[in-house]
């Protein structure tokens, strides 16, 4: 009698058994699909997060200005270097898709103690001659798409030597775009993208006296032959 209710009912209960992993399987493939369309298409109440970049010294920037020395005519050649460090303090990986940067001089008020100045222009303005502030070099072929990985920094830098009055401002700009892949869910179109200047008063390099220089960090200039 045992051997005989062990044959009639063990098919039923393997047919049980089956049809629950059956709809195990079903349930698992339609969780995965809802994951897949949530990554392709995200939710519109919750944004991505955001780019290695954060308020603080990340990235760090300074302007380091030097006076070359007066010419004939009054004016004098300045020494300009923008170095900025983007560290990637994330745990994702991120790819710098381009890089570039802007030059902009800013004329002062010919009389009067008293000086307007707008904002310098972004940095790849179609208005940028706005105003008191001209655009004089704007590059943004940057470099090669690179990646930053999680713990790792990357550095930009501009350079230029100018010839300008000791009455006019100079602003120095560094444009850059960033890039999270997402593996087989990547849309390479978005790109967060950021943008650091400085901006620095030519007459008080001149009249700080130092061969080195000074340095503007957070709007702050330092005299570097006194650090």
């Known amino acids: 009698m045992a051997l005989r209710r062990f044959l009639v009912e063990t098919p039923g209960a393997i047919d049980r058994v089956t049809d629950s992993l059956g709809w195990l399987v079903v349930l698992g493939a339609l969780a995965l699909g809802a994951l897949a369309l949530h990554l392709v298409f995200g ?23 030097r006076d ?7 004016r004098h ?20 898709v381009f890089s570039g940067q802007r030059l ?22 179609d208005h940028a001659n706005d105003g008191r502030w001209h655009v004089v070099h704007a590059d943004a072929s940057g470099r090669q798409p690179e990646p930053l990985l999680p713990g790792h920094w990357r550095a930009f830098s501009a350079h230029y030597r ?16 960033l890039h ?25 390099v001149v ?12 709007g702050e200039m330092k005299s570097l032959c006194g650090l």
């Open 104 to 125: 902009a001089l800013g004329d002062a008020a010919p009389d009067g103690d008293v000086v307007a100045l707008r904002p310098a222009p972004a940095t790849f303005s």
């Open 77 to 96: 050649t300045f020494d300009l270097v923008y170095d900025v460090v983007l560290r990637n303090g994330t745990g994702r990986p991120f790819t710098i």
């Open 180 to 204: 999270q892949p997402r593996g087989c869910f990547d849309r390479p179109g978005d790109t967060e993208e950021d943008a650091h200047d400085e901006e620095v008063q030519l007459g008080a």
């Open 207 to 218: 009249r700080v006296h130092c061969p080195l220089g000074v340095k503007i960090e957070n």
């Open 162 to 177: 100018i010839i300008a009055r000791v009455e006019q401002f100079a602003d120095v700009a560094m444009h850059y775009g």
């Open 43 to 65: 939710r519109p109440d919750h944004p991505p997060p955001p780019p290695p970049g954060v308020p603080g010294d990340n990235p760090s920037a300074a302007l380091y200005a």
């Open 68 to 74: 070359l020395g007066r010419l004939p005519d009054g």
